[in-house]
Every structure is written in C-alpha cells, then in structure tokens.
C-alpha cells in the first residue's frame, strides 16, 4: 500500500525531503503556515545567500561537513533536473570563492586536500576587487552558487508537477506526546491523518515538539541582508571576517549577513544596514555611491556547533525529523532529504545516520 507522509514545513528541507519521497513512490502532503516559495517574512529558505559550500568548512565537525560535501555534490544534476523538467532556471553557477585574511591559512589548505576541494594561494590584488592590494588569499575556484528564490520556485513546480499535495495557510498546533500518530491537529482544530509525519519546521521545529520527549535545540538564529546592483559587479564570491558578497548573474550583488540571537524577531534594523554597507564599501569603495535596493532578514534554525538533527523521534515511532540545519542548510539539504527519506523507507543511508540522531 503506498505511505501517506505528511511533512510539516515548506522551506528548503521539506521541500527536498517531499522529492526524495516521491521518488521512492510515497504520497505527500507539505503543510505550510505560509505559502511555499513566496518571500514571506521570517523563514529562512528564500532569504539564504545561496553559497553550496560553508564559510571556513575547516573549522566545523566531520559530520556537519560530510552533509555540506554530499549536498553540494547533488546540485549540479539538480539544478540541471529542475530546469528541464519545470522550466525555472535556478541560477545555479560556479563562482569561485576569494576567501580573504584574517584565517588560518594552513587549517584551510590541509582540509582542502583533504576533501578534494581545489585550492591555490593568491595575491588578492590578481582580482579585480578595487580595494584589494596584495594581501595573501586563498581562491576556491570551484565553490558554487544558487540562487534561493528560483531555486524554491524550482521546487515548488517540481512537487506540483508530481501531484504533491501543497496545504497552504495551515498551521499545524505543538504536538502531545503519543506513542504513534495518526493525525495532526492544526491551530484551527482541524485534524489532519497521514501514516508518517515529518518534521521540517525549520527554526519553529522546537516550539511544535516542546511537549514531546524531543528536545530539539533549535532556536532562531536572525541574518540580514544588503542588495546592490553596482555598475561594475564583482566576478567571484568573496569573503572576509564573516562577511561576504555574492554577485548575482543578472548584475545584482549580495552583502552579508549577521548572526543575531533575538528569538522571532525577523525585521530589519538601521544600525544592521550600517555595519553591513560599511563592510562592504571597505571591500568595494565603489559602493559608496550606489543604492541599496533591499535589505532583507531570515530566521535560520539555529544549532550548536550547526548539527541537525535527522531520523526518528526518540519516541513517537511513526514521526521523523529533519531540521536544525542553521547556517548551511541550503547546501545540506539534498543530503540531509536522502538521509531522512532512506531511514523512513527502511534503505540502508549512504551516510552513517548516527550523529544526526535525536537524543
Ligand atoms: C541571511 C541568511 C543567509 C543564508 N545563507 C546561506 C548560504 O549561503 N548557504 C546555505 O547553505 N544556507 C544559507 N542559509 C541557511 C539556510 O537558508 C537555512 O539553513 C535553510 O533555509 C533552512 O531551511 P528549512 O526548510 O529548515 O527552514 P525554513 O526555510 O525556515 O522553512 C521552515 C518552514 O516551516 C514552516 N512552519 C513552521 N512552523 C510551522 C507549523 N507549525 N505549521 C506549518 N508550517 C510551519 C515555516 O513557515 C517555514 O516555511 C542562510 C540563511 C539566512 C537567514
């Protein structure tokens, strides 16, 4: 008999975990609070940066960088997939990323051989950033990019087109504690059956599971963004101290982002605006007399040492989890699905699942 799963959360995650479970022949249901795709204000998915690949990968856990490696390995292929099979070109292309001091440059060259990841020492002043001079950096060529908005555009079509059922505008109520789940009750009294749950509630994921024996570490983790559309662009990622630009295709230039512990709060502040555009013209001078076209924020689903957690509930046999993936999850989450869609299905993972586990 085929499974219905219902998965609770239409970002990034739940989007990808729905695919992986279409593929392996399950009926899907995604409930959503808001609307899937759509630049709602507070989650995390279309507000990300879109960088496939983490900022100082060296200084993170075997385990958050084995799901980084996997995911961003995926995207080439599916990026190529979505844009034959919907039409919307998610703008996926290799940028290259000029990762610029302060670092520990021996950390990130021994962890670069390590994982295969091609690396070359540079002068910064080789690029053609304006106020770089021939300070010693480090050029990834190959470090990718997407585009966050697209990319969920993408997928949304993807999981129409495959008869996915999209429950928009509902909010499903925190879970009691059970042993097995039938059905789901939303805010609204509405009580909604599947035969497996999924939990992808990004950095709401905590709150829905409080009362049950799970409990998540997951809290949200704001990040702002700058929007330029300069006259001369940038060519390549580039990073410094935890700030980085993105130049888009279509001559648009990204400049972020912040790690702010403020709970829900997902507006935008003066004093954020500020500290980025001054970074971003000690980089790039030439932004001085350019516009800022939009400033933006989303709620990430904060974790220590950015671990999700992925697999079964300790105790509720039929709900799983997939959540937590704070700053990389858009580059996590083609492997984070496959891993959480083989446990369900009863597959051996092609990653060791351990780690992930809730506790
Ligand atoms: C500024 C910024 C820059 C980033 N840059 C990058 C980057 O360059 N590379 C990278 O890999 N990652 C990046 N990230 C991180 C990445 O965006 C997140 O890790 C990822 O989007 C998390 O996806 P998610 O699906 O878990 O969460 P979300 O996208 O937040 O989705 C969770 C969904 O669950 C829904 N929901 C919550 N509660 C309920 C409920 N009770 N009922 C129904 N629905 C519910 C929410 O409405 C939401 O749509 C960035 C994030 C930010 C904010």
């Excluded at 990323?97 to 021996?106: C, I, Q």
């Excluded at 950095?203 to 929007?227: C, D, H, N, Y």
């Amino acid at each position: 008999m085929t499974q219905h799963v219902m998965i609770i959360g239409g970002g990034i995650v739940g989007c990808m975990t729905a695919m992986e479970l279409v593929n392996r022949g399950c009926r899907v249901t995604i409930v959503e609070r808001n609307q899937i795709a759509s630049q709602t204000s507070g989650e995390s998915s279309w507000a990300g940066g879109g960088i496939i690949f983490p900022l100082l990968p060296w200084l993170y856990s075997e385990p958050v960088n084995t799901l980084t490696n996997n995911g961003a390995n995926f995207y080439r292929e599916l990026s190529q997939r979505l844009q034959l099979e919907t039409g919307i070109d998610a703008n996926f292309e290799q940028s290259g990323f000029l990762l610029l001091p302060a670092f520990d440059v021996k950390s990130a060259q021994a962890w670069c051989m390590q994982n295969q990841v091609p690396v070359q020492a540079v002068k910064a002043s080789a690029f053609k950033v304006q106020s770089l001079s021939g300070e010693d950096a480090l050029w990834l060529p190959t470090v990718c990019q997407i585009r966050p908005p697209y990319l969920m555009q993408a997928m949304r079509k993807w999981l129409e087109q495959h008869k996915v059922t999209l429950l928009e505008h509902t909010q499903l109520a925190p879970l009691k504690e059970t042993q097995r789940l039938t059905e789901w009750q939303t805010i609204d009294g509405e009580k909604l059956g599947a035969d497996q749950f999924v939990v992808t509630s990004g950095a709401w994921s905590f709150e829905l599971l409080k009362e049950t024996t799970a409990k998540l570490k997951v809290k949200p983790m704001r990040g702002q963004i700058l929007l330029y559309q300069p006259e001369h662009n940038l060519e390549q990622i580039v990073y410094r101290e935890g700030f980085y630009m993105i130049p888009r295709r279509d001559g648009y230039l990204l400049a972020g982002s912040t790690l702010e512990d403020v709970g829900f709060d997902a507006s935008v502040t003066e004093a954020v605006r500020d500290e980025l555009r001054i970074k971003a013209e000690a980089i790039m001078p030439a932004l001085k007399n350019e516009p800022i076209i939009k400033h933006w924020s989303g709620l990430r689903p904060g974790t220590p040492e950015n671990l999700p957690t992925i697999g079964a509930h300790p105790t509720i046999e039929n709900l799983y989890l997939n959540t937590g993936h704070f700053r990389y999850g858009l580059t996590m989450a083609p492997a984070s699905a496959q891993l959480v869609a083989a446990l369900m299905s009863g597959e051996a993972p092609r990653i060791d699942a351990t780690p992930y586990a809730c506790r």
